[in-house]
């Protein structure tokens, strides 16, 4: 039977909060008294996720698992799990029971009245530093302003998507994904659910701050030419600077009076320089992924596939046997 709804859930190492996440998810999926499915993407986990998952599978008949043939990262993860879905309104939501199972019957309420996306915004954000509390906050607020188009604010990718709204973003092929950026771009109607974010289950969190600096650029990278045109300014402003500068000197030797010396022509190198330098390393985020683009890899790898009575379907789609660049 085609499921009504289906359930992304992305696992990297996830074995401690494993058996609860499946347990909440099945039960809130029951509720709604649709056909369902949950498909976990095994994003290379290294520990006992893999088996733990294959398990899973055999088991309930309602569980799907793609494992990947190495870690892709949780955008790609998430991106396979469209490519698998089968149902009318998908849901994605994290393996760590941060965001909570219970608040997936309000979303699909919000999706029968004809919503395309129903995204869920914190109020709270329990288990987090004040650091990633503010970052995020200011953030959100940055790429709205850079973008030109609304990111909703205090949002992650937990939300349920219309069948549309998932194919349309599904044709965006580009390697560094952002998708609450993506989802939000593609328009439609969209509303959101207000809910309490848990702290994480078990485990460690996968998204050290290497990972969300670099999810964060791809956000301004992927929506905004804006750091293009403060190359433009920093660079009519550098020359108005040293232009005046040179100018001034000038005087200053035409009227016999000391140069300002070696110093200060040090630190007015020094300045252009680190401009140039940073102004390049701008060009060279863009044209990095420019040369992801071109070299037209897949985004991921499946290696093994359970569960669901597509699999021979999924397999034999030659789209959606992707890899991509980290």
């Keep these: 039977m085609k499921p009504v709804f289906s359930v992304i859930i992305p696992a990297f190492n996830e074995e401690e909060v494993l058996a609860a996440s499946y347990a909440r998810l099945d039960a809130a999926m029951r509720g709604l008294g649709e056909p369902y499915e949950l498909i976990f993407v095994n994003d290379g986990s290294r520990d006992n996720t893999p088996h733990l998952l294959r398990a899973l599978a055999s088991e309930h008949p309602e569980v799907r698992v793609l494992h990947f043939a190495r870690n892709f990262g949780h955008q790609?993860?998430?991106t396979a799990g469209l490519d698998a879905a089968r149902g009318d309104a998908i849901v994605i939501i994290d393996c760590d029971l941060q965001d909570p199972p219970e608040i997936i019957p309000e979303m699909a309420a919000k999706w029968r009245e004809g919503y395309d996306v129903v995204y869920g915004r914190r109020l709270k954000r329990d288990g987090e530093t004040v650091f990633k509390k503010l970052t995020?906050?200011?953030y959100y607020r940055a790429l709205r302003a850079l973008s030109g188009f609304t990111i909703p604010a205090d949002t992650g990718d937990f939300r349920l998507v219309s069948r549309r709204a998932a194919?349309?973003?599904?044709?965006?092929p580009e390697h560094n994904r952002f998708l609450r950026g993506m989802f939000a771009w593609v328009g439609f109607r969209q509303t959101e659910v207000a809910y309490?974010?848990?702290?994480?289950?078990a485990g460690e969190t996968k998204?050290?701050?290497k990972k969300m600096l670099r999810l964060a650029a791809n956000g301004i990278l992927s929506f905004s030419t804006r750091p293009l045109d403060w190359i433009f300014l920093l660079g009519a402003l550098t020359l108005g600077v040293g232009g005046?500068?040179?100018?001034?000197?000038l005087i200053l030797l035409?009227?016999?009076?000391?140069?300002?010396?070696?110093?200060a022509l040090a630190?007015?190198?020094t300045t252009l320089a680190g401009m140039i330098l940073l102004s390049l390393g701008i060009l060279g985020a863009y044209l990095g992924r420019i040369y992801d683009e071109v070299k037209g890899r897949p985004l991921y790898l499946i290696a093994e596939e359970q569960g669901g009575e597509s699999s021979k379907e999924h397999e034999g789609r030659d789209s959606h046997t992707h890899e991509a660049s980290d």
Excluded: E, N, Q
């Design 76 to 78: 790609i993860a998430v």
């Design 136 to 138: 995020a906050w200011c």
């Design 167 to 172: 194919d349309a973003v599904r044709a965006m």
């Design 196 to 201: 309490h974010r848990d702290k994480r289950f």
């Design 207 to 209: 998204y050290p701050l």
């Design 244 to 249: 005046t500068w040179l100018l001034v000197l």
């Design 254 to 263: 035409l009227c016999g009076t000391a140069g300002l010396g070696l110093s």
């Design 267 to 269: 630190a007015l190198c």
